[in-house]
Each structure stands twice: as structure tokens, then as C-alpha cells.
């Protein structure tokens, strides 16, 4: 008996959405086109490479569960990209490159290059959406993609990287990298100067438009009415529009719920802080850079002082580098051991009980209440966010941070972090409730009031 794949897949696709949240279901599994599905085979097809990767490895299980349910089949799956583009030649190889200046005066930095962005687990997926969007502006259904994460920890080098790669590789030829503030502060000169034209030509002529800190928008309302419309003529004709902010859509304050519906409508990716070996590999990278050699033990050693961000991690290398060059020392332990007390001065580490200490001031628990069986909906949601900030914020392995957590095993960990990374993506009082905590536990931790 001959079935039709369209309408098997349709029935599927009404299983499946019932398992996911709704803007899950829109950006992975509503852009699949089903090419078989039979007892032989589910094939379908996704936009690109990255986007089938990422199905297979996250709802490959769903997609197959729900075709159990529908037909009773249990089929080999596959997912592969409906149009495979070879990869564009180096810059260098071009006889005559192609050269773009983008139109803000904010030129791209030429160190901000997807070549020396230094990739562990906090921020793989950032990455890997980055690189999508760089090699097809406008042609996946990342549009927009919004990178978001606390200072320093990479956004502008990604969001720069993506227009450099434009740019070199031919794949947008009118590349606009601005922040908020220059574009409002472009906007008010244009309405002074009665010449809010050549501001519309300017920004709407992108092919791609990179804005970095977009938080900043809710300074001015007519600044927010004037993205939303840039916004959605770009977006009209196909244009890459990608965006970064110091926290998740829902949670951008004084916002109008257009913007911020148009903001969710792509790819959101967070950046966390970063792990203990990918920090060893960024002041390795930075240090071949200077032309400095730095031993493993005092790379680990200032690894584990500064566990924050990125450009804490850069200037506490800075530090020792110039020291060393003081009477012509060599950078050893004992040197770095010496400067050490200085350091953790500046940013002494977070530790899992200092999270679970501001967590019960924040949500008015008690740590037995926080860390116990209790299975009360509030206090389980508080704990799921706690056990997630702590994972953020510290070094402690999983099993220890489930042990601090009233002895709960690493996979109770595990579970409530992708609970709280899913809830954060669509929920705004749950994406409000981790941004003040977290604000909250760093500034306790600096001893800011």
C-alpha cells in the first residue's frame, strides 16, 4: 500500500510540536522538507549543514518517536542540507580581492576574525551559528540571529567576525557594523540636520547589518521605532540582520513587544562563561601572540584566578607578561604565586555556596528549603535556577555542584541547566529572575551594594 510522505510527515509534525516548545518547533523542525518517509527511510532536508547537524544531534530522537507513533515504523534517519554550496576560496587566493569598507564609521577590527576566536563548550554554538550566517547572509533561517552574554566574553569579536568573513569570502558586499548608541546617536543627527534620508539609505541599503549592545535602544523611543522599521525592510528583502545584547530577548527592559517579538523570530545563542581549559587555551593563544612563552602550570594557574570573562582573563596575562619584563624575570609559578593575592584581590572566584547564599536572599528561602527534597513548584524552579547560575558562574564540576545542592546526582545538574537554558529563551520572568540573581551574585562578589 503506497502512503504519501507529505501527509505522513504533516501527522508527524502535530506529534512533534506537542513535544516542543513553540519557538523550538519554529526554528528547527518547521523549516525540514520531508524527501522520504517510508518504512525504509525518514530522509528530510534542512537549510544548511549546521542546521541538519544540529537537528540530527538534538531532535533526531524526536522525530523518530513521533514517526513510531504515526505509522509504527522505525526507520533509518537522515537529515542533510537541500543545497550543498562548495566552500568559498581563502581571501589571500583571490588575483584581485574584493575590498568593502562598512558604512559606519565603527570600521571592523581586523583582529576580530573567526581564525582566532578560541572555541570550548560555553560558547560552541554561538560559533557554529556565527559561521552559518557568515557563509549565507540572508539565505538560512538564522534571520536574525541575537548573540547574548554578560561583558567581555566574546560578542563584538563574533559579531565583527561575521562581517569580516562577509566581506573576504564575497558573500554580502554592503556590510554595516554599528553599536546602538551610534545608530540613535546617527538618528538624532539626521532629524537636527532635517535629512533623515541618507539615514534611511545608509542602513536600509545593508546586505548585512551587524548592531552590537542593542539594550542600549531603550534610551530613546523614536531610536526603537526606527530600527523597527530598518528592521523589517532589511528583513522584507531577504537582508541578515544580527544583533547582540547583555541578555536574552525577553529580558531587554523598556522594549516595545514588537521588537522584541522580531528579535526571537531567528536564532538565539547565549555565550557563558568559560571553562577552566578553554581559559587555558585563550591565554595559550594570547601569549603566542605576544611572542611569549608561558608554561602549562602558570597558564592553569592564572586560568584559575580569573574565571569571569575573557578580557579579565587578557589583562591579568598583561600583567605578568609586564612584570616578567621587570629586571628581565622569566614568567614562572613562583613569579605568578607572588602576584596571585593581587589578583584574587580583584575578583576573588564565585563558589557554589556563594550562590546558593544569594539565591536564598533572593528568592526569601532558607538553604534548607533551597538544597532539600522539598518538591513545592517555586522552590524546585529556584533551585533549577540556582544549580544553573552555579554551573555559570564557577568551576565546580557537576557532581559537586549536585552534592552543594543536598546531595543530588550530576545528571539532576545536567537536567535543571537545560530546563532553565530552555525556560530563559521564551519565558521573561524566568530570563528576568537569572539576570538579576546573576547581577546580584557578581556585585556581591566585588563588594558593590
Avoid at 566574553?153 to 558573500?171: E, F, N, P, V, Y
Avoid at 541599503?205 to 542593542?214: E, G, K, P, T, Y
Avoid at 533551585?383 to 559537586?400: E, F, G
Amino acid at each position: 500500500m503506497a502512503h504519501d510522505p507529505a501527509l505522513l510527515w504533516q501527522s508527524c509534525l502535530a506529534v512533534i510540536k506537542k513535544d516542543l516548545h513553540a519557538q523550538s518547533f519554529k526554528t528547527w523542525i518547521e523549516p525540514l522538507e520531508i524527501e522520504q518517509l517510508d518504512p525504509n527511510g525518514i530522509r528530510i532536508s534542512g537549510p544548511d549543514e549546521f542546521f541538519c547537524d544540529w537537528v540530527d544531534e538534538h531532535y533526531r530522537l524526536t522525530i523518530e518517536k513521533a514517526v513510531l507513533e504515526v505509522t509504527s515504523w522505525r526507520p533509518s534517519f537522515s537529515c542533510l542540507p537541500t543545497q550543498k554550496t562548495d566552500s568559498p576560496p581563502p581571501a589571500e587566493q583571490r588575483t584581485t580581492p574584493r575590498v568593502r569598507r562598512p558604512v559606519s564609521s565603527f570600521a571592523l577590527n581586523p583582529r576580530y576574525r573567526f581564525d582566532n576566536f578560541i572555541v570550548g563548550d560555553s560558547n560552541e554554538f554561538a560559533f557554529s551559528g556565527a559561521q552559518s550566517v557568515a557563509g549565507a547572509p540572508g539565505k538560512t533561517s538564522f534571520n536574525p540571529f541575537v548573540i547574548y552574554s554578560g561583558v567581555g566574553l566574546g560578542k563584538t569579536h563574533l559579531l565583527q567576525a561575521i562581517g569580516d568573513h562577509a566581506l573576504a569570502h564575497g558573500t554580502a558586499e554592503n556590510v554595516v557594523y554599528v553599536t546602538a548608541e551610534k545608530f540613535i546617536s546617527d538618528y538624532i543627527n539626521s532629524i537636527r540636520k532635517r535629512d533623515t534620508a541618507q539615514f534611511v539609505a545608509t542602513y536600509r541599503s545593508a546586505d548585512l547589518l551587524l548592531v552590537d549592545d542593542i539594550q542600549f535602544f531603550l534610551l530613546t523611543e523614536g531610536s526603537q521605532r526606527e530600527f523597527f522599521h530598518t528592521f523589517n525592510a532589511l528583513f522584507q528583502n531577504d537582508k541578515q540582520i544580527v544583533l547582540s545584547a547583555d541578555c536574552p530577548p525577553p529580558s531587554l527592559q523598556g522594549f516595545e513587544p514588537r521588537l522584541i517579538s522580531r528579535f526571537q523570530c531567528g536564532l538565539v545563542a547565549s555565550i557563558d562563561s568559560p571553562d577552566l581549559e578553554t581559559r587555558i587555551a585563550i591565554l595559550r593563544h594570547k601569549s603566542e601572540l605576544q611572542g611569549v612563552h608561558l608554561p602549562d602550570g602558570v597558564a592553569r594557574q592564572i586560568a584559575e584566578t580569573h574565571a569571569t570573562n575573557v578580557r579579565e582573563l587578557e589583562g591579568a596575562l598583561t600583567r605578568v607578561i609586564a612584570l616578567s619584563k621587570v629586571g628581565d624575570r622569566g614568567i614562572t609559578v613562583d613569579l605568578v604565586a607572588h602576584m596571585l593575592p593581587s589578583l584574587r584581590a580583584e575578583r576573588p572566584e564565585v563558589t557554589v555556596n556563594d550562590v546558593i547564599r544569594d539565591a536564598c536572599g533572593y528568592f526569601g528561602l532558607t538553604e534548607n528549603e533551597l538544597t532539600g527534597p522539598s518538591r513545592k513548584n517555586d522552590i524546585v524552579a529556584a533551585r533549577h535556577l540556582s544549580m544553573y547560575l552555579a554551573k555559570s558562574l564557577t568551576q565546580a564540576p557537576l557532581k559537586m555542584i549536585g552534592a552543594a545542592f543536598g546531595g543530588r546526582d550530576h545528571s539532576t545538574v545536567i537536567h535543571a541547566c537545560k530546563r532553565i537554558e530552555k525556560q530563559s529563551s521564551y519565558d521573561t520572568s524566568v530570563s528576568r529572575q537569572l539576570k538579576d540573581l546573576r547581577e546580584q551574585i557578581e556585585n556581591s562578589h566585588r563588594g558593590v551594594a
